[in-house]
């Protein structure tokens, strides 16, 4: 009893801690992403086989198209090498290699299209919510996004920008760009509106109008009051902002709309599969795989630290 009285209080963000290392779903989740991102950055560097690099003449005849050397468990006869642990693709590039460094690509742009959707978000979300006079102009233009469809809309922008950009950052970083513009932009929707209601419901609040009443700018409200109270609901929406970012790449590089074809990436090794699925099944399956398991956790992350920074839940 004597403990439990000299114990101090805990802070807010060690109470946090504590309620999501005790979220199961949120520490898998957390454990598989930390090992998916240290593999595709970290794992090049001892895996250092060219993604790119095509074998010539006699290597090329021996190199293409060889099995995972797991096939050989229940087909003798299939052609594996034990160089390439993961096989080689019709032209006899290492899908190992193109695998991490897809993985990288494919990361890369769902950590920046969050971001800039994020930050897009939550500043509609924050104005529309403080200034009354932007409330109307600004949830119109949010609606009018959210009517759009979305994915016919990348396609066609990815048709009229995708040259103009490539000349300017190079093809694959002028599609890096492009790409990651166009998640960003048609994703913030979501986030503006939660934040504004956030906003909105924190306007009337005791300690708001205590501020308010002493002269504080609405800047310092904004960025001393609001932004520590609406921090849940952004750090939720950008994990969900990862997985959604993820997904509409791979989709898009699929479909043939990403980045060059000689460029790996989750979604356009996957697209490249497709043609030759029977055969090759683990060309398809092995991105999708690892698409899934990082949208997979990315998810439980954010289910995680939605109830970790819920006051609501972290009192249970």
């Known amino acids: 009893m004597t403990d439990l ?16 290392k005790h979220h199961r779903g949120a520490m898998f989740g957390a454990f598989v992403f930390l090992f998916l991102v240290a593999a595709v950055y970290l ?8 993604p790119q690099f095509l074998p010539r003449g006699r290597d090329f005849l021996d190199l293409r198209d060889t ?9 003798s006869g299939a052609k594996v090498n034990w160089a390439h642990p993961l096989g080689t693709d019709n032209l006899g590039r290492d899908t190992l290699a193109r695998l991490l ?6 990361i890369a742009v769902g950590l920046t299209a969050m971001v800039l959707s994020v930050v897009l978000g939550a500043l509609v979300g924050i104005l529309a919510g403080f200034f009354r006079r932007l409330d109307g102009p600004l949830m119109r ?4 996004f959210l009517a759009l ?10 048709l009229l920008f995708r040259e103009a950009l490539a000349a300017r950052f190079g093809p694959e970083g002028g599609v890096f760009v492009l ?15 939660i934040v504004r209601g956030d906003v909105l419901a924190l306007k009337e609040r005791e300690f708001v109008l205590a501020a308010r009443s002493i002269g504080t700018t609405d800047t310092r409200l904004i960025t001393r009051h609001m932004l520590p109270n609406i921090l849940s609901p952004i750090l939720v929406s950008a994990t969900l902002g990862i997985a959604t970012a993820i997904i509409t790449e791979s989709a898009l590089s699929f479909l043939g709309f990403g980045f060059p074809p000689d460029f790996p990436t989750w979604g356009r090794l996957l697209n490249d599969g497709v043609t030759r699925l029977s055969s090759y099944p683990e060309r398809s399956i092995l991105p999708g795989l690892l698409i ?3 949208v997979l956790s990315v998810n439980y992350l954010g289910d995680g630290l939605r109830d970790a920074l819920d006051p609501r839940v972290r009192g249970r």
Not at 43 to 50: F, K, M, Q, T, Y
Not at 67 to 75: G, M, N, Q
Not at 141 to 144: A, S
């Open 5 to 20: 009285v000299n114990t101090p209080p805990r802070s807010q963000w060690a109470e946090v801690w504590h309620q999501f």
């Open 43 to 50: 794992g090049p560097l001892i895996w250092n086989v060219d």
């Open 67 to 75: 099995r995972p050397i797991y096939v050989a468990l229940w087909d």
């Open 101 to 106: 460094f897809g993985g990288r690509v494919s």
């Open 141 to 144: 233009l949010t609606d009018l």
């Open 149 to 158: 469809p979305l994915l016919p809309l990348i396609l066609v922008a990815s």
């Open 179 to 193: 790409i990651v513009v166009l998640i960003g932009l048609t994703s913030w929707m979501q986030t503006a509106r």
């Open 292 to 294: 899934s398991l990082t």
